[in-house]
T-cell receptor, first 111, second 113 residues
Framework: SQQGEEDPQALSIQEGENATMNCSYKTSINNLQWYRQNSGRGLVHLILIRSNEREKHSGRLRVTLDTSKKSSSLLITASRAADTASYFCATDAQGAQKLVFGQGTRLTINP | DSGVTQTPKHLITATGQRVTLRCSPRSGDLSVYWYQQSLDQGLQFLIHYYNGEERAKGNILERFSAQQFPDLHSELNLSSLELGDSALYFC????????????FGQGTRLTVV
């Protein structure tokens, strides 16, 4: 079964608005990562947050991690049409030596 | 460009056949991961190799096998293909065993007819 589960499965917003996606996972982790995938293409790494970090920023991206709730959120501020893609969280569980992905959130930015 | 190269980009083959997918990791990366992405299953972890050794295995079918060669490129072999094996197959590489970002190739789209 998948380690991470994203919520919502799909999100449609207007350009300029903020988009928030959530991820929940099941086991203890070394880190949690977010990736973007444009339709049918390879995944692109966005940001990695380690288990001892609570918040991280990268440009218009803000990621939070709550290890007590086993959850993370990705916030994209001031969205653009080019942000339209699927977003996946991936967890690197302790000792597992593999990245396990959730089912993803399909984000659509409407002009 | 992630630096990870996968060939071929597209593959169409018949049921019962065998195919080999190839992955060249980023220069210097020792870890290679294989994933299968289909519409109804999401991104499924198949297998992880590090410096030629298998390090983790996911829900990989017995009809599938993989290896990593001394030059660090990897191959995923799929045999006795079924219609349900149609999917995008990705490989990713990283420079450690874990706890670091992975770089993905553009994938091989396999269609079994």
């Amino acid at each position: 079964s998948q380690q991470g589960e994203e919520d919502p499965q799909a999100l449609s917003i207007q350009e300029g608005e903020n988009a928030t996606m959530n991820c929940s996972y099941k086991t203890s982790i070394n880190n949690l990562q977010w990736y973007r995938q444009n339709s049918g293409r390879g995944l692109v790494h966005l940001i990695l947050i380690r288990s001892n970090e609570r918040e991280k920023h990268s440009g218009r991206l803000r990621v939070t991690l709550d290890t007590s709730k086993k959850s993370s959120s990705l916030l994209i501020t001031a969205s653009r049409a080019a942000d339209t893609a699927s977003y996946f969280c991936a967890t690197d569980a302790q000792g597992a030596q593999k990245l396990v992905f959730g089912q993803g959130t399909r984000l659509t930015i409407n002009p | 460009d992630s630096g990870v190269t996968q060939t071929p980009k597209h593959l169409i083959t018949a049921t019962g056949q065998r195919v080999t997918l190839r992955c060249s990791p980023r220069s210097g990366d020792l870890s290679v991961y294989w994933y299968q992405q289909s519409l109804d299953q999401g991104l499924q972890f198949l297998i992880h190799y590090y410096n030629g050794e298998e390090r983790a295995k996911g829900n990989i079918l017995e009809r599938f096998s993989a290896q990593q060669f001394p030059d660090l490129h990897s191959e995923l072999n799929l045999s006795s293909l079924e219609l349900g094996d149609s999917a995008l197959y990705f490989c990713a590489s990283s420079n450690h065993l874990g706890n670091t970002e992975a770089f993905f190739g553009q994938g091989t789209r396999l269609t079994v007819v």
